[in-house]
Protein backbone atom coordinates (compact mmCIF):
# COMPACT_ATOMS: atom_id res chain seq x y z
CA UNK A 1 0.00 0.00 0.00
CA UNK A 2 1.50 3.14 -1.14
CA UNK A 3 1.09 6.27 1.45
CA UNK A 4 0.58 9.45 0.21
CA UNK A 5 0.67 13.25 0.93
CA UNK A 6 -2.27 15.28 1.30
CA UNK A 7 -0.64 16.91 -2.19
CA UNK A 8 -0.92 13.31 -3.95
CA UNK A 9 2.82 12.52 -3.44
CA UNK A 10 3.87 9.45 -2.35
CA UNK A 11 5.81 8.87 0.52
CA UNK A 12 9.39 8.20 0.97
CA UNK A 13 11.17 7.13 4.04
CA UNK A 14 14.15 8.85 4.93
CA UNK A 15 16.99 6.76 4.53
CA UNK A 16 19.46 6.08 7.30
CA UNK A 17 22.98 7.63 6.31
CA UNK A 18 26.18 5.37 7.92
CA UNK A 19 27.99 8.61 8.01
CA UNK A 20 27.32 10.69 10.86
CA UNK A 21 26.80 14.80 10.07
CA UNK A 22 27.69 17.24 12.53
CA UNK A 23 24.36 19.13 13.39
CA UNK A 24 24.82 22.58 12.76
CA UNK A 25 23.59 24.55 15.93
CA UNK A 26 20.93 26.88 15.43
CA UNK A 27 21.04 30.38 17.42
CA UNK A 28 18.11 32.28 15.84
CA UNK A 29 15.40 31.21 18.63
CA UNK A 30 18.25 32.02 21.75
CA UNK A 31 15.54 33.38 24.29
CA UNK A 32 12.47 31.88 22.81
CA UNK A 33 11.94 29.11 25.47
CA UNK A 34 11.41 31.50 28.08
CA UNK A 35 9.25 33.78 25.81
CA UNK A 36 6.87 31.04 24.69
CA UNK A 37 6.75 29.91 28.60
CA UNK A 38 5.55 33.60 29.03
CA UNK A 39 3.43 34.07 26.32
CA UNK A 40 1.59 30.75 27.12
CA UNK A 41 1.27 31.55 30.75
CA UNK A 42 0.14 35.24 29.77
CA UNK A 43 -2.17 33.17 27.75
CA UNK A 44 -3.63 31.54 31.25
CA UNK A 45 -3.74 34.27 33.08
CA UNK A 46 -6.19 36.36 30.36
CA UNK A 47 -8.27 33.05 29.70
CA UNK A 48 -8.75 32.65 34.05
CA UNK A 49 -9.16 36.67 34.41
CA UNK A 50 -5.74 37.54 36.58
CA UNK A 51 -4.39 39.82 34.25
CA UNK A 52 -3.89 41.69 30.93
CA UNK A 53 -0.68 41.21 29.68
CA UNK A 54 0.62 41.00 26.40
CA UNK A 55 3.75 40.54 24.15
CA UNK A 56 4.53 44.17 23.03
CA UNK A 57 4.97 43.92 18.88
CA UNK A 58 8.36 45.35 17.78
CA UNK A 59 6.95 47.55 14.80
CA UNK A 60 9.44 47.32 11.28
CA UNK A 61 9.32 48.81 8.16
CA UNK A 62 8.77 46.49 5.33
CA UNK A 63 10.98 48.10 2.91
CA UNK A 64 11.58 44.94 -0.13
CA UNK A 65 9.23 42.41 -0.49
CA UNK A 66 9.13 39.32 -3.04
CA UNK A 67 6.07 37.50 -4.39
CA UNK A 68 6.90 34.12 -6.27
CA UNK A 69 3.72 33.35 -5.99
CA UNK A 70 0.56 34.91 -4.90
CA UNK A 71 -0.16 33.25 -2.10
CA UNK A 72 3.59 33.28 -0.32
CA UNK A 73 5.14 36.43 -0.01
CA UNK A 74 8.81 36.75 0.86
CA UNK A 75 10.11 39.86 3.10
CA UNK A 76 14.12 40.43 1.45
CA UNK A 77 14.50 43.55 3.36
CA UNK A 78 13.14 45.03 6.56
CA UNK A 79 13.92 47.43 8.96
CA UNK A 80 13.28 48.25 12.77
CA UNK A 81 11.05 51.61 12.97
CA UNK A 82 12.36 52.43 16.39
CA UNK A 83 14.16 51.06 18.78
CA UNK A 84 12.39 48.95 21.29
CA UNK A 85 11.15 49.06 24.94
CA UNK A 86 10.59 46.01 27.10
CA UNK A 87 8.78 43.29 26.00
CA UNK A 88 6.00 42.76 27.72
CA UNK A 89 3.38 45.24 29.19
CA UNK A 90 -0.38 44.97 30.89
CA UNK A 91 -2.76 45.28 34.00
CA UNK A 92 -2.42 43.46 37.09
CA UNK A 93 -4.72 44.32 40.18
CA UNK A 94 -4.88 47.51 38.91
CA UNK A 95 -1.38 48.51 38.60
CA UNK A 96 0.64 49.22 35.36
CA UNK A 97 3.00 45.74 34.79
CA UNK A 98 6.50 46.30 32.35
CA UNK A 99 8.79 44.06 31.98
CA UNK A 100 12.00 42.23 30.17
CA UNK A 101 12.52 38.66 30.17
CA UNK A 102 16.29 37.35 29.40
CA UNK A 103 18.01 34.04 29.00
CA UNK A 104 21.55 32.84 29.70
CA UNK A 105 23.67 30.03 29.82
CA UNK A 106 25.85 31.81 31.83
CA UNK A 107 26.50 30.14 35.10
CA UNK A 108 28.05 32.46 36.88
CA UNK A 109 26.29 36.08 36.20
CA UNK A 110 24.14 37.85 33.86
CA UNK A 111 25.62 39.72 30.59
CA UNK A 112 24.59 43.31 31.45
CA UNK A 113 25.11 43.73 27.65
CA UNK A 114 21.89 41.66 26.67
CA UNK A 115 20.25 45.24 27.95
CA UNK A 116 20.18 48.52 25.69
CA UNK A 117 20.27 52.10 26.92
CA UNK A 118 16.81 53.01 25.98
CA UNK A 119 15.78 49.95 27.94
CA UNK A 120 16.93 51.48 31.27
CA UNK A 121 15.61 55.09 29.98
CA UNK A 122 12.02 53.14 29.78
CA UNK A 123 12.45 51.18 32.80
CA UNK A 124 13.26 54.47 34.92
CA UNK A 125 10.46 56.35 33.33
CA UNK A 126 7.97 53.24 34.30
CA UNK A 127 9.27 53.23 38.53
CA UNK A 128 8.79 57.42 38.64
CA UNK A 129 5.10 56.40 37.25
CA UNK A 130 5.17 54.25 39.71
CA UNK A 131 4.81 51.01 37.69
CA UNK A 132 5.91 47.63 38.55
CA UNK A 133 8.89 46.91 36.36
CA UNK A 134 11.29 44.16 36.57
CA UNK A 135 13.00 41.59 34.31
CA UNK A 136 12.54 38.06 33.94
CA UNK A 137 16.33 36.14 33.89
CA UNK A 138 16.52 32.26 33.12
CA UNK A 139 19.54 30.44 33.48
CA UNK A 140 18.83 27.62 31.50
CA UNK A 141 21.90 25.97 32.55
CA UNK A 142 20.70 25.32 35.81
CA UNK A 143 17.05 25.68 34.52
CA UNK A 144 16.16 28.23 37.27
CA UNK A 145 13.80 31.67 36.53
CA UNK A 146 14.35 34.79 38.65
CA UNK A 147 12.13 37.87 38.88
CA UNK A 148 14.81 40.81 39.05
CA UNK A 149 13.33 44.02 40.53
CA UNK A 150 14.15 46.85 37.53
CA UNK A 151 15.86 49.11 40.08
CA UNK A 152 18.94 46.33 40.26
CA UNK A 153 19.11 45.94 36.44
CA UNK A 154 19.24 49.94 36.13
CA UNK A 155 22.03 50.16 39.00
CA UNK A 156 23.95 47.16 37.02
CA UNK A 157 23.36 49.08 34.00
CA UNK A 158 24.53 52.50 35.19
CA UNK A 159 27.55 51.07 36.85
CA UNK A 160 29.11 48.89 34.19
CA UNK A 161 31.54 51.03 32.74
CA UNK A 162 33.46 51.10 36.72
CA UNK A 163 32.67 48.12 38.00
CA UNK A 164 31.29 44.71 36.24
CA UNK A 165 30.00 43.68 32.82
CA UNK A 166 27.46 41.31 34.27
CA UNK A 167 25.29 41.05 37.86
CA UNK A 168 26.68 37.91 39.39
CA UNK A 169 24.27 34.95 40.17
CA UNK A 170 24.69 34.99 43.42
CA UNK A 171 23.55 38.79 43.20
CA UNK A 172 20.21 37.64 41.95
CA UNK A 173 19.84 34.67 44.31
CA UNK A 174 20.27 37.30 46.74
CA UNK A 175 17.91 39.47 45.64
CA UNK A 176 15.65 37.84 43.16
CA UNK A 177 12.65 35.73 43.37
CA UNK A 178 12.70 32.48 42.38
CA UNK A 179 9.98 31.43 40.09
CA UNK A 180 8.74 27.90 40.30
CA UNK A 181 8.01 25.99 36.97
CA UNK A 182 4.89 24.72 36.75
CA UNK A 183 2.25 23.10 34.34
CA UNK A 184 -0.58 25.91 33.84
CA UNK A 185 0.78 28.48 34.28
CA UNK A 186 4.30 27.61 33.14
CA UNK A 187 6.07 30.29 34.91
CA UNK A 188 4.22 31.88 37.50
CA UNK A 189 5.65 34.98 37.88
CA UNK A 190 2.25 36.83 39.36
CA UNK A 191 2.64 34.78 42.29
CA UNK A 192 5.36 36.58 42.84
CA UNK A 193 4.61 39.87 42.13
CA UNK A 194 1.87 39.22 44.59
CA UNK A 195 4.87 38.52 47.35
CA UNK A 196 7.57 41.28 46.02
CA UNK A 197 4.87 44.36 45.22
CA UNK A 198 1.53 43.71 47.07
CA UNK A 199 2.51 42.58 50.29
Given amino acids: MTIRYPNGRPFQPAKASSTHKREKIDYSNRGMTLESDINETNSYYLTHGRAVIHKKPTPVQIVNVDYPKRSA ?4 EAYFKQPSTTDYNGVYRGKYLDFEAKETRNKTSFPIQNFHEHQMEHM ?20 ETYLLDASHVIKAFETKETKRKSIP ?8 HLIKIGYH ?8 VDQVYFS
Fill in 169 to 176: KSYIDSYG
Fill in 73 to 76: AVIK
Fill in 185 to 192: PRVDYLHV
Fill in 124 to 143: KKVLAQDGICFVIVRFTTFD
